[in-house]
């Protein structure tokens, strides 16, 4: 048990450094281009699309992580009639049915994954493969679903809840 919660440990590390580091360069990026724009007339060209990676990097790396914690946005309209038991069936069915359901957005970033690998496509300025962004954004949702599958496992067995 050790070795799977040091695993989940290093994995959530590198997430979040990766998310990190993403929105670092982003923020460097966005005021060079800023700057460049303002003084010298002359913008990143590529700072639309390196945007456009870095938003993807930083939204997919921590997606596992919320997911994990518990930490989505939720209304909570409706939690004062759910107390106990109840709060945590509904929490585990939740989990369990975002989970499930987050496979097929999963599997259809995949096929758009192989036909971008297929076609070449590339990013405008900079020729980055654009399978590579899309083959990790596939990577994390499928990571997301089987979170969220576990999430609900173990709150509705284990009682893993907030609410108890």
Known sequence: MKIINRFICVSRDIATALAVAALFA????????????S??????EAATELTRIFMAIVVFATLPIVSERGE???????????SGWAARLRDSIINLLCGTMLFWPAERVVVLTYRAKDYGDVTEYLGIPQYYV?????????????????????????GNNKND
């Open 26 to 37: 982003m923020m460097v990026m966005t005021f060079s281009d800023v700057m460049l724009r």
């Open 39 to 44: 003084m010298f007339d002359r913008p990143i």
């Open 72 to 82: 989505h946005i939720s209304v909570d309209l409706l939690d004062r009639f759910f």
């Open 134 to 158: 899309s083959g990790g954004i596939a990577i994390a949702t499928y990571i997301t679903a089987g979170v969220l599958v576990v999430r609900g496992m173990l709150i509705l067995f284990a």
